[in-house]
């Protein structure tokens, strides 16, 4: 009997057809979450995980902009910003205390670094130039450092670990400015100037999030500049600096910001804040220390003002035009929400914030 010509009951199958299909779906289906797995595990993880972030908005705030952010752990953040403001929370953003540093309620707060629930130190990008310390939660601040030399600005000021800190700001007579601390932020000493590297024409750092600059273990002090030409300087390197080649050539381009997962491999951002949805030239990534560079296959959707390694493979990068994540060590990026100035993991946690006007906090779904 020619039982091809026999219908099977399902639409376009003859009986043999659709007694094979069955015969074959028997024989496969022990093996089928083995091949699901596999399939999983070659899938990117950019496509199996990007598609999972979000973020909420954790609150709004009386601040015009945030560019300081600086969290301890999990529950303690720390934010700051213009009209010399000043917040902290202890909860995980649930409740916020607000300050304005006495007398400085025209000072741009740009860097911020806190060691505690207690105690956090701010520096005001212009001039003069002026850091405070507070040492009870911001109830009371005091003045421990003042530049008023025109010119002063500085952009980005980080900790080694309780004592040891620097600070670091644009070229006055050619020469990058930078300050030190031993003590925890009670006093600062200029470098002299003859120590410090060397500008070329047209060059400078980006105060837009304090993230120009990355310290590594060893006392290696890593920042990136941006202008006519966009480098990284690396205080091993006896002041020579390795070109990046983001776009650059005017004032408004170059690295706003760098991270470095170890003394190898690292991440710059940036672009042309005046075009903040251009992504050409606007992240390189290395694995030699800064010699040389790659863009990434998929790069951020436009101009960032920050860029942060949350874990070996997961970076995050924000700006005005949106915030993205990369899955895959830096090479595919996924725009998933609003753009902010800054955004910093947990010290000692794993919780991702962010800031701008609002404070946002990084979360799946």
């Not at 590297?197 to 990136?224: D, V």
């Not at 296959?297 to 390694?309: E, K």
């Not at 493979?313 to 993205?324: F, R």
Request: with cysteine.
């Amino acid at each position: 009997m020619n039982t091809a010509n026999i219908t099977s009951g399902r639409p376009g199958l003859n009986v043999c057809q659709w007694r094979f299909a069955r015969y074959t779906t028997y024989l496969l289906r022990p093996l089928l979450p083995g091949c699901i797995a596999l399939l999983t595990a070659f899938t990117p993880a950019s496509a199996q995980q990007e598609a999972g972030y979000h973020i909420n908005i954790v609150t709004a705030t009386p601040v015009q902009s945030i560019r300081g952010l600086s969290v301890v752990t999990d529950n303690i953040v720390w934010a700051s910003g213009t009209g010399g403001r000043v917040g902290n929370s202890t909860n995980g953003g649930k409740h916020w205390k607000w300050t304005t540093v006495t007398g400085c309620d025209s000072c741009d707060w740009r860097s911020l670094y806190a060691f505690s629930d207690r105690k956090a130190i701010v520096l005001n990008a212009g001039a003069p130039a002026l850091i405070f310390l507070t040492e009870d939660g911001g109830s009371s601040w005091k003045q421990v450092f003042q530049d008023n030399r025109p010119g002063i600005f500085f952009d980005a000021m980080q900790f080694f670990n309780e004592q040891e800190g620097i600070a670091i700001g644009d070229p006055i007579d050619g020469k990058f400015t930078v300050i030190r601390t031993h003590n925890g932020g009670h006093s600062w000493k200029a470098d002299p100037a003859a120590a410090s590297p060397a500008a070329a024409e047209g060059e400078a750092i980006f105060a837009a999030s304090n993230t120009s600059m990355a310290l590594l273990p060893g006392n290696n002090i890593y920042f990136a500049t941006g202008g006519q030409v966009a480098r990284l300087f690396k205080s091993s390197n006896n002041g020579q600096a390795y070109t990046i080649p983001l776009i650059q050539g005017s004032s408004t381009t170059g690295v706003f910001s760098i991270a470095f997962r170890d003394a190898a491999n690292g991440i710059a951002a940036g672009g042309d804040y005046k075009q903040d949805t251009a992504r050409k030239g606007n992240c390189m990534l290395t694995s030699n220390g800064g010699r040389s560079w790659e863009a990434p296959v998929t790069p951020p959707g436009g101009y960032r003002s920050c860029v942060a390694w949350i874990s070996p493979q997961l970076l995050i990068a924000t700006g005005t035009s949106g915030t993205d994540i990369s899955t895959d060590g830096g090479y595919h990026w996924k725009t998933v929400g609003k753009g902010f100035n800054v955004a910093a993991k947990a010290r000692k946690g794993t919780k991702v914030y962010l800031a701008g006007k609002d404070i946002g906090e990084l979360a799946t779904h």
